[in-house]
């Protein structure tokens, strides 16, 4: 079995392959530099350099070692950011989530909670995935607490494990979820996305929206 290109709906978002007709949304939600201070990919303030990236994602699609996604936003169709499965390892049951920015106005906004939510569900009760394994600058505490806020197990440091594009030499925090730790964390989840919809006169988890929604292939239309 090997995790394939699929597309995951939620309320606020639509997680669909990434390609390079996303190229002129994602340009424009990377403009901001604040997005890319922890991140590996350098500065997006160059078109080309989006290009790049989605470019190598690609390629490490076909290689089969990533899964990358745009996400999108449902109410303007437009994609805000990406995210990805990672260093995907189906011979040990295992994959990291990551490569995950959005364009500033989405953060702090219900976004990242319901793609953790798509992305682990997925892995979790599609492909049986035993492990699911997150890394983080150490500088980053805004990304730290939100993953130990949605339950996720903080393993160790790897000390002065990689040089950034800005010079800084950074230590790495490890984070994780197990598949017999799921049930507990998917329970939380829900409890907060319910939360949030509640507050936003949604309340559609409690109609079971995030209960049981489907996953589908990627049409090649444009939305």
Not at 218 to 223: F, G, L, R, V
């Amino acid at each position: 079995m090997t995790l394939q290109p699929v597309t995951l709906e939620g309320r606020l978002v639509r997680l669909e392959p990434l390609i390079e007709w996303h190229l002129s949304d994602l340009f424009q939600a990377a403009r901001d530099e604040s997005i890319w201070k922890y991140m590996f990919y350098g500065k997006m303030t160059e078109r080309a350099n989006m290009e790049a990236f989605i470019v190598n994602a690609i390629r490490l699609r076909e290689a089969g070692t990533d899964l990358p996604f745009a996400v999108i936003d449902k109410a303007s169709g437009q994609a805000i950011g990406s995210t990805r499965y990672r260093d995907i390892c189906m011979k040990h049951m295992r994959l990291e989530i990551g490569g995950t920015w959005y364009a500033p106005k989405y953060q702090r906004s219900g976004v990242n909670l319901e793609c953790k939510y798509l992305l682990l569900r997925h892995a979790f009760e599609t492909f049986g995935i035993l492990r699911a394994q997150f890394k983080t600058d150490l500088r980053n505490e805004r990304s730290r607490q939100s993953l130990e806020k949605m339950g996720a197990i903080q393993e160790g440091i790897l000390r002065r494990s990689a040089i950034m594009p800005d010079g800084v030499i950074r230590d790495t925090a490890i984070y994780s979820i197990l598949d017999t730790e799921w049930g507990t964390v998917k329970q939380n989840i829900e409890t907060r996305l319910e939360r949030h919809a509640s507050n936003n006169n949604m309340n559609l988890v409690g109609v079971g929206h995030y209960l049981g929604y489907g996953t589908h292939t990627p049409s090649k239309n444009k939305h």
